[in-house]
């Protein structure tokens, strides 16, 4: 059996150890709450410096935008509506894999469709 050690005493030895590696003074361990925070920060200041890249287009032509959005209607027509029962009425909207599929898109179904099926 390893004696045991008070709490000062291990936080004595462990400076002890921070010393021997190099350090100059004796580094603080994270605590808990704030190393998240940190961690968020840093993400942050890594995107900061990335460079922003204009947002593409999503249909190149009135055409291809026109046929896409009749390939949405058509397709939101067809497809089984997801069901929710709010406040004693049942209420439609459109399906998650709808909404994933087609999001660069969605800006150009009509507004009584998006109003329809709930659709931002």
């Given at each position: 059996?390893?004696?045991?050690?008070?709490?000062?005493?291990?936080?004595?030895?462990?400076?002890?150890?921070?010393?021997?590696?190099?350090?100059?003074?004796?580094?603080?361990?994270?605590?808990?709450?704030?190393?998240?925070?940190?961690?968020?920060?840093?993400?942050?200041k890594r995107s900061n410096e990335r460079e922003r890249?204009?947002?593409?287009?999503?249909?190149?032509?009135?055409?291809?935008?026109?046929?896409?959005?009749?390939?949405?209607v058509q397709t939101l027509l067809n497809a089984r509506?997801?069901?929710?029962?709010?406040?004693?009425?049942?209420?439609v909207n459109a399906p998650m894999w709808f909404v994933?599929?087609?999001?660069?898109?969605?800006?150009?179904?009509?507004?009584?469709?998006?109003?329809?099926?709930?659709?931002?």
């Amino acid at each position: 059996m390893g004696s045991r050690l008070g709490k000062s005493e291990r936080r004595a030895r462990r400076q002890k150890r921070a010393m021997a590696s190099g350090a100059e003074k004796p580094q603080k361990a994270p605590s808990g709450g704030s190393a998240g925070k940190r961690i968020e920060a840093a993400k942050r200041k890594r995107s900061n410096e990335r460079e922003r890249v204009q947002p593409r287009l999503c249909c190149s032509n009135d055409a291809e935008r026109k046929a896409t959005t009749e390939r949405m209607v058509q397709t939101l027509l067809n497809a089984r509506l997801e069901q929710q029962w709010v406040n004693g009425a049942w209420e439609v909207n459109a399906p998650m894999w709808f909404v994933r599929t087609f999001r660069p898109h969605l800006h150009h179904l009509p507004d009584e469709v998006r109003q329809r099926y709930k659709i931002r």
